[in-house]
C-alpha cells in the first residue's frame, strides 16, 4: 500500500522544554519557537510536512514540563525508535518526552480538561541560585505566604478573569480556577495553579497579584475585588515568564474525548448571580 492510500493516524507528544531562548510556542516567520523549530525537525523525520496543535501556547520564556501536543501522519513509525531519533535532531533546550497513537477524536487543545502550572519563586538574599536562574525569580525575603494563600483561596471558582488577562478579540475570559496554592521548601516558594483552561497572561498575572499581597503592598480582599472588573486591571503587575513552567494536561477517558472537545468549544459565562458577563 502506497503513501496515498494508506489511513492516516494521530499522533499525541509529550513534550518539555527551557523557554528561555524561545519566543514563545506558536511559529512565527523568522523567529525561533517551540513549534517551529519542532515542526522542522519532526517534518524531516517523517518526510513530511507536520502541523502540530498544542495543549496551551506558552509566552515567551515560560517553560514547559508536560506539555502535550499532536499531529496526524501516514508514515508508520516505532515510538521507542522515533523518541530516540528526534533527541539527536532536536536542539538541548527542547525533548519529545512521550510519543503515542490517539483515537482520532484526541486533540490535544478542546480534549483537555484541566491544564496545571507551577510558578517559582525564591526568597533567598541573594536571589535564585544560578542553576536555577532560568526557572526561578527572586522575591523579597520574608514575604507573607500565609496572607498569600488566603488571597490565592479568594480566586478558585468560576469567574470572569478579565482583570488577569490580555484581551484577544472575541475570546471569553471566563475560566474555572481549580487549584491556587503554595508550597515552601526552605527558600523556594512554589505556586500550583490548575484550571479548565486559561487566558493569555493569566496565571503571570494571578501570581503577580498575590506576590504584591505576600510583600505588603495589597491586601487579600483587593485581589478578590478585582473578579468585579470586566476589563484588564492595570494595578495588576504580570510575574516575569521564567519562573512560569507548564507541568501537566489531564485529559478525560478514549470515550469521552468527542463529548469533552464539543463542551470546551462551548462560550462559558458566569452565572447572573456572579454579575459577571462572558465575553
Known sequence: MDEIERERSRVRLGISYDGTDFIGWARQPGLRTVQGVLEESLSKVF?????????????????????????????????????????????????????????PEFDARFSAMRRHYAYRLTTA?????????????????GVDLEAMRAASGKLLGLHNFAAFCRRREGATTVRELQRFDWEREGDLLTAYVSADAFCWS??????????AVGEGRRTPEWVASLLSETERSSSVTVAPAHGLSLIAVDYPADADLAARNAQTRETRTVPAAEGCCGD
Do not use: N, W
Not at 508514515?75 to 528526534?86: G, S, T
Not at 535532531?89 to 527542547?94: E, G, I, N
Not at 538574599?125 to 525575603?141: N, Q
Open 47 to 103: 518526510r513530511e510536512p507536520i502541523v502540530l496543535t498544542v495543549a496551551g501556547r506558552t509566552d515567551a520564556g515560560v517553560h514547559a514540563e508536560g506539555q502535550v501536543a499532536h499531529f496526524d501522519t501516514t508514515a508508520e513509525f516505532d515510538a521507542d525508535k522515533l523518541m530516540y531519533r528526534m533527541a539527536r535532531f532536536l536542539p538541548k533546550d527542547v525533548r519529545i518526552t512521550d510519543i503515542r497513537t490517539a483515537p
Open 125 to 141: 538574599p541573594y536571589g535564585a541560585e544560578p542553576l536555577r536562574a532560568r526557572s526561578v525569580v527572586a522575591c523579597k525575603p
Open 202 to 211: 493569566m496565571v503571570r498575572s494571578l501570581v503577580g497579584a498575590v506576590l
